[in-house]
């Protein structure tokens, strides 16, 4: 869509020491003329990433008995089509403050600080469980591991005041944007494993 705004002067005009109030009226409309430049139709590949964004979006949707409706599994507030979900990320650790000038101190940023995680189980314990809880900030989105076992390396949770023991985070949570969680935990039994935790949550510290 287009759309253009001009400026008319008048025809009766009102001079005041020579000048025109209407032409200069009219110059300075004209400066603020505005004209709305119409975006590109998408392109056939344009359309293939969007249709796979929400091919992946489905995907990553599953109903939650306890809220009702579908939720999300994974991050998808933004154009999933071509992002690796399973990508590390290797963006490491700052310097010690210790080692930091004035001038460093004062660009500083807020960061996240997980400390602990704990399970609320509802059908008794012990319970063997495994799986990933993952953090993703703003400086790429990529995974940062909070806890990461699989299933023949199961942590034994045998009270509500047991926490998963942590293996991350690898790095400074950045908290200037929103920082993401997702967690897919699983309980191991003989009977067959069961599904314990899923879903995505974030965190902004305004």
Same mark, same amino acid.
């Given at each position: 869509?287009?759309?253009?705004?001009?400026?008319?002067?008048?025809?009766?005009?009102?001079?005041?020491?020579?000048?025109?109030?209407?032409?200069?009226?009219?110059?300075?409309?004209?400066?603020?003329?505005?004209?709305?430049?119409?975006?590109?139709?998408?392109?056939?590949?344009?359309?293939?990433?969007?249709?796979?964004?929400?091919?992946?979006?489905?995907?990553?949707?599953?109903?939650?008995?306890?809220?009702?409706? &579908?939720? &999300?599994?994974?991050?998808?507030?933004?154009?999933?089509?071509?992002?690796?979900?399973?990508?590390?990320?290797?963006?490491?650790?700052?310097?010690?403050?210790?080692?930091?000038?004035?001038?460093?101190?004062?660009?500083?940023?807020?960061?996240?600080?997980?400390?602990?995680?704990?399970?609320?189980?509802?059908?008794?314990?012990?319970?063997?469980?495994?799986?990933?809880?993952?953090?993703?900030?703003?400086?790429?989105?990529?995974?940062?591991?909070?806890?990461?076992?699989?299933?023949?390396?199961?942590?034994?949770?045998?009270? &509500?005041?047991?926490?998963?023991?942590?293996?991350?985070?690898?790095?400074?949570?950045?908290?200037?944007?929103?920082?993401?969680?997702?967690?897919?935990?699983?309980?191991?039994?003989?009977?067959?494993?069961?599904?314990?935790?899923?879903?995505?949550?974030?965190?902004?510290?305004?």
């Amino acid at each position: 869509m287009t759309m253009t705004t001009t400026a008319s002067s008048s025809e009766e005009e009102v001079h005041d020491g020579g000048s025109s109030v209407g032409t200069e009226l009219a110059l300075e409309l004209a400066r603020w003329e505005v004209e709305w430049v119409p975006e590109p139709e998408p392109t056939e590949e344009d359309k293939a990433v969007e249709a796979l964004h929400l091919v992946l979006c489905r995907q990553f949707t599953e109903h939650d008995p306890k809220l009702g409706y &579908p939720v &999300p599994t994974r991050l998808c507030q933004f154009n999933i089509a071509l992002f690796d979900f399973e990508k590390e990320s290797m963006a490491g650790l700052g310097q010690p403050l210790c080692t930091l000038d004035l001038s460093d101190w004062m660009s500083l940023e807020d960061s996240i600080n997980v400390v602990s995680l704990k399970v609320a189980e509802s059908v008794g314990y012990p319970i063997s469980v495994f799986g990933t809880v993952l953090a993703r900030d703003q400086v790429d989105y990529k995974c940062v591991y909070l806890f990461r076992r699989d299933r023949e390396d199961p942590q034994v949770v045998t009270s &509500p005041d047991d926490a998963l023991t942590l293996t991350g985070p690898c790095q400074g949570l950045a908290a200037t944007s929103h920082t993401f969680f997702e967690v897919n935990l699983k309980i191991r039994s003989d009977d067959g494993d069961k599904d314990f935790s899923e879903g995505v949550g974030s965190v902004w510290l305004q």
